[in-house]
């Protein structure tokens, strides 16, 4: 059992987002699943792009990508990163920070996720060679083609460079919007000895 899952502190603050992302969804958020992913090298260079959530549960929050793109390339290295929601429908305004180190998946699991996603993108991960430079369109298209080509009449398969990652959380921050800027925040935060805390924040 990991480490969080025991923890009550945990526990509540896990259940305070799944509370947030069901009334995102009821809010009628564009797509409640997009999150910020922030890395950095080891040089402490960030970079920030969105992404979409595929899962989270007491293991943590979980994205797909390629490993040899820039944030899999950066995440291998420092394995920490930073990810942001922020649903302007639910409530005033809610923003959730998530801080934590970072882990692939499993191997299975990746598979499983892989086999439900649409064949063109599938396909897709196959052809892109994520953060290169790309010469030309007809070049990425040509590329697609022959992935089809390739898996012609058959399932496509998990590319082996391809896979997921877990953002286990040591910092959950919940910002509630409030009038005149007097924000509400509460933070959850665990310690070296796995131990959970929480405290409020100035606005």
């Not at 509400?184 to 606005?203: G, H, I, K, N, Q």
């Amino acid at each position: 059992m990991d480490d969080n899952a025991a923890d009550p502190l945990f526990t509540e603050a896990m259940a305070e987002f799944a509370r947030l992302f069901e009334a995102a969804g009821a809010a009628g958020e564009p797509d409640r699943t997009a999150m910020t992913v922030a890395t950095a090298t080891l040089d402490a260079r960030p970079s920030a792009r969105t992404v979409l959530l595929k899962g989270f549960d007491a293991r943590g929050f979980v994205f797909y990508t390629h490993l040899d793109g820039r944030k899999g390339r950066e995440l291998q290295a420092n394995p920490y990163a930073a990810l942001l929601f922020h649903w302007p429908r639910v409530q005033q305004g809610v923003q959730v920070r998530i801080e934590g180190r970072v882990h692939t998946v499993p191997d299975d699991e990746a598979d499983a996720y892989f086999a439900t996603r649409a064949r063109g993108s599938q396909l897709g991960a196959w052809a892109s060679l994520q953060s290169e430079t790309l010469d030309a369109r007809d070049t990425f298209e040509a590329r697609l083609a022959e992935a089809g080509k390739r898996f012609e009449g058959r399932d496509v398969p998990r590319p082996p460079r391809w896979t997921g990652f877990r953002v286990r959380p040591r910092w959950i921050e919940f910002w509630y919007a409030a009038e005149f800027r007097w924000h509400e925040r509460r933070v959850y935060e665990r310690d070296v000895a796995c131990r959970w805390s929480t405290r409020m924040l100035y606005p």
